[in-house]
Each structure stands twice: as C-alpha cells, then as structure tokens.
C-alpha cells in the first residue's frame, strides 16, 4: 500500500449504530487530518493529530471521536449520529503540522446515515 | 476571518479548449494559496501553491496559476484542457498565523470536458 488509504470506502448506519472509520498514512508524516466534505459545502477541517497528539478539534460534536495511537494510524469513531452527517470523510497526512508541508489526502470514506 | 469564493460552480469545456478557473479570497494579511483537484472517487491532490515570490506559479499536469494582489484572486489556468481534467478543483488559503496548518476551502469548480 502507498500513500494514505482509508477503510471502509463505504458506510451505510442507523442513528443508534457505533462504527469507525480507519486511516493509514505509507508516508512517514507526523501530522494527520480529519476533513468533512459535504455536497455543496466547502471541505471542513474536523482535527489535526501532531505526533500523535491531538492540536485541533473544530468545534466538531462529541458523537464524533477520533484517536490516533501512532503516526501512522487514525481513526474516527461514530455514535448516534445524525443524518446530517451524512457526507464524505477524507484523512489527510502531512510531514509536519503547518501549511508549509503539502497534505497528502486519502480516497475517503461516503458516510450514509439512515 | 480568511475565506475563499468560487463563483463558478460548473464549468464544461471542449478538449483542447484553454481554461481559467476563478478563486477570489479573503485574507487580511499574505495569503498562502493553494489549488487541489479531486477526481471521482479520490481524495484531493495538491496541483500548486503560492507562498511568495513570483506571482505566476507552475503545477503539475500543465495548470498554473496567476496571484493578483489588486484583486484578491487566485485563478487557475491551463492552455489546452485534456478529458483526463475532468474532475472538480477546489481554490484554498492557509492560515499564515497562528493557527498556521489550517487551511480554508472554496466550494469547488466541476470541470466538464466534452470530446
């Protein structure tokens, strides 16, 4: 595998369901992202990991949760979610935190809330 | 606080046609600019940026980029639009403070190439 992949690349769930989306970055970075693409909306930054420490939570609601056990890994864990949160969940890696260091994106993960 | 604006929200063009792709942005002090296209069913990939310097800047697959400070905009340009530029390219500017590894999204162009 190379680059940054993201499991599932699909997700269909009720409201009451648990699940969790999985990234893994190929690349070597220290920093990593959570971004929501919604249709019509501009992308959204969720958090940003910094080895492995978390910098940033967007003001994002708590039914979202996301962990980071090593450069490498991150994952978001969904609960009770709503059907506005519908949208495509895109993981992003970088060198190191600040803009200076291209973000490299995964594919993304279509979230479905039923 | 910084945000950008695509005014175009679908473009189509024929193959082998030139392109420009309007970005306008708002930020208070230098902005660091930056073009992404995602093509369907992937992630974003970075095709330029802007950071300072020169104000015409060259990408990858043949795009470039024009930084006007007068008018705030950021647009991209290719001369000869191939059908493999299908896809939609979203215009962003990084936040140069404080909280300097955020970036602000566009809502994105939808490039159509007809054969």
């Known amino acids: 595998e190379t680059g940054v992949t993201q499991t599932p690349r699909h997700l269909v769930m009720g409201m009451t369901n648990k699940k969790s989306l999985k990234c893994e970055q190929h690349?070597?970075?220290?920093?990593m992202y959570w971004y929501k693409q919604s249709a019509k909306k501009p992308l959204e930054l969720m958090f940003v990991?910094?080895?492995?420490?978390?910098?940033e939570n967007n003001s994002v609601p708590s039914r979202f949760s996301p962990e980071c056990p090593n450069s490498s890994h991150l994952f978001l864990h969904l609960h009770t979610l709503q059907p506005e949160d519908s949208a495509l969940y895109l993981c992003?890696?970088?060198?190191?935190?600040?803009?200076?260091?291209?973000?490299?994106f995964g594919p993304g993960t279509r979230l479905t809330v039923l | 606080a910084q945000s950008v604006t695509q005014p175009d929200i679908h473009i189509t063009v024929s193959e082998g046609a030139s392109l420009e792709l309007r970005c306008n942005y708002s930020?208070?002090?230098?902005?660091?600019l930056f073009w992404y296209v995602q093509s369907p069913g992937q992630g974003l990939q970075l095709l330029l940026k802007?950071?300072?310097?020169?104000?015409l800047v060259q990408g990858i697959k043949g795009f470039e980029a024009e930084f006007k400070r007068s008018q705030s905009s950021f647009n991209l340009r290719k001369p000869s639009v191939h059908w493999s530029d299908a896809a939609e390219y979203f215009c962003?500017?990084?936040?140069?403070?404080?909280?300097?590894?955020?970036?602000?999204f566009g809502k994105g162009t939808l490039l159509t190439v007809n054969p």
């Open positions: 992003a890696s970088s060198q190191e935190r600040g803009i200076y260091n291209e973000q490299f």
């Open positions: 690349l070597g970075h220290n920093a």
């Open positions: 990991y910094s080895l492995e420490e978390r910098v």
């Open positions: 930020y208070g002090a230098t902005p660091y």
């Open positions: 802007y950071f300072s310097g020169d104000t």
């Open positions: 962003a500017v990084g936040d140069s403070g404080g909280s300097n590894y955020k970036l602000t």
